[in-house]
């Protein structure tokens, strides 16, 4: 069955940048969605079409794919981005999750 | 409004079945497939398939497929996740999600499986 690996987590001091990764056969073929989840709460989508960020989430929220590896990135880090973060995309009419990567900002 | 809203928490016994509601706002219904995800405490997000609310078709995940029947009552505006053959490591939280990209989740169910 199709994989996406994601890191298990990543540090980050405020301030900094945070980049996260997903990688998984052909991704390059395919769009990369992430989602935001902290604690208690259901996920959020801070990234669609590998790309594009949907409306009210800040601009700090960027996101890239190269090869087969695609790329969340936050710049300027805040406390409030601390959360577990999953990348998505569909394979053969199925949805797939990535592991998930939990984002500290120490 | 556009939203999802699920039913409440559930508590099982190893080899019953639970089934979970999932109302959606019209716009939600009339549009888009409605999707299960789950969650086992400290894992990641499992898709679980989905339901197209207009014509009742369904698409089931393999890791599924045997135990879980996705419903929907189109004058509710309600889908249903029934999982059956409950075991212990059922216990999660079900999430029923919509929308082109997952735009849009409910609140979640626990289901906790326990005997």
């Known amino acids: 069955s199709y994989e996406l690996t994601q890191p298990p987590s990543v540090s980050v001091s405020p301030g900094q940048t945070a980049t996260i990764t997903c990688s998984g056969d052909k991704l390059g073929d395919k769009y990369a969605c992430w989602y935001q989840q902290k604690p208690g709460q259901s996920p959020v989508l801070v990234m669609y079409?590998?790309?594009k960020r949907p409306s009210g989430i800040p601009e700090r929220f960027s996101g890239s794919k190269s090869g087969n590896t695609a790329t969340l990135t936050i710049s300027g880090t805040q406390a409030m981005d601390e959360a577990d973060y999953y990348c998505q995309a569909w394979d053969s009419s199925t949805v797939v999750f990535g592991g998930g990567t939990k984002l500290t900002v120490l | 409004q556009v939203q999802l809203v699920q039913s409440g928490a559930e508590v099982k016994k190893p080899g019953a079945s639970v089934k979970v509601s999932c109302k959606a706002s019209a716009y939600i219904f009339t549009t888009y497939a409605i999707h299960w995800v789950r969650q086992a405490p400290g894992q990641r997000l499992e898709w679980m398939g989905w339901?197209?609310?207009?014509?009742?078709?369904?698409k089931y995940s393999q890791n599924f497929q045997v135990r879980v029947t996705f419903t929907r009552d189109t004058s509710a505006k309600t889908a249903y996740m029934e999982l059956s053959s409950l075991r212990s490591e059922d216990t999660a939280v079900y999430y029923c999600?919509?929308?082109?990209?997952?735009?849009?989740w409910g609140q979640g169910t626990l289901v906790t499986v326990s005997s």
């Open positions: 079409q590998d790309t």
């Open positions: 999600a919509s929308g082109d990209r997952f735009d849009y």
């Open positions: 339901i197209n609310a207009g014509n009742g078709n369904t």
